[in-house]
């Protein structure tokens, strides 16, 4: 089974620091994995995806697959971050069933 | 380019109501998904849908139906609803392996 973890249900930091969003994951092959943002009353958007190694909005995620972690980072993070942010995996299905982790909700203090 | 488009936004039903949950994607993707979001427990899969023709049972498939129309057209239905369904629900679509989702704004139900 797949399963996604992620240990902070909230997490705040000052506008400028160094933010970083945990995600953990368990899944028997090679799996895919994503990063979502969901900014208040708007729906989920896909961040990252770790097949193309690239940097929005200044986040880069790297995946670990020795520490099966999918870590959320930004050095220096800005108001307009706060927002939900959901780590999420796809499996071998036919369909590419999402397994999302319970969310981190990502506050910016000024 | 709507993307996916789900009605309504908002919905409060009696317990013991039903009501069909519509969306629909203009992106011509094969895979269509259904979702419900609860405060702590992120987002679980209820049914989705690998391709026309064909539809499957996620991680909480109970109390719902669906119904993958056509290609475009994925469904969810509520048969007699009960107050652990309120949620916001999300209909999402996918290209291809490794692209991820486009999701849907989302559906607020309530069951009182």
């Known amino acids: 089974a797949q399963r996604v973890t992620q240990p902070e249900k909230l997490l705040s930091v000052f506008k400028g620091a160094p933010v970083e969003l945990k995600c953990n994951y368990s899944?028997?092959?090679?799996?895919?994995l994503f990063w979502y943002v969901q900014y208040s009353r708007q729906r989920l958007q896909l961040l990252l995806r770790?097949?193309s190694r690239e940097s929005i909005k200044g986040f880069t995620a790297d995946l670990n697959k020795g520490e099966t972690s999918f870590h959320l980072k930004k050095p220096f993070a800005q108001e307009e971050d706060s927002a939900m942010y959901y780590c999420?995996?796809?499996?071998?299905?036919?369909?590419?069933?999402?397994?999302f982790g319970s969310g981190t909700q990502l506050t910016v203090l000024p | 380019n709507a993307g996916v488009t789900q009605t309504p936004k908002f919905q409060v039903l009696k317990t013991g109501q039903s009501m069909t949950l519509q969306c629909a994607q203009d992106?011509?993707?094969?895979?269509m998904y259904w979702y419900r979001q609860d405060p702590g427990m992120g987002l679980r899969l209820i049914y989705y849908?690998?391709?026309?023709?064909?539809?499957d049972k996620g991680e909480v498939p109970n109390g719902y139906n669906v119904s993958r129309l056509n290609k475009r057209e994925f469904s969810l239905r509520l048969e007699s609803a009960a107050p652990s369904q309120t949620s916001v629900y999300f209909c999402?679509?996918?290209?291809?392996?490794?692209?991820?989702?486009?999701f849907g704004s989302g559906t607020r139900l309530t069951v009182v």
């Open positions: 999420a995996l796809s499996g071998l299905g036919s369909a590419r069933q999402l397994t």
């Open positions: 899944y028997s092959g090679s799996p895919e």
């Open positions: 849908s690998a391709s026309e023709g064909t539809t």
């Open positions: 770790h097949i």
């Open positions: 992106m011509n993707h094969n895979s």
């Open positions: 999402a679509s996918s290209e291809a392996q490794g692209y991820g989702y486009t």
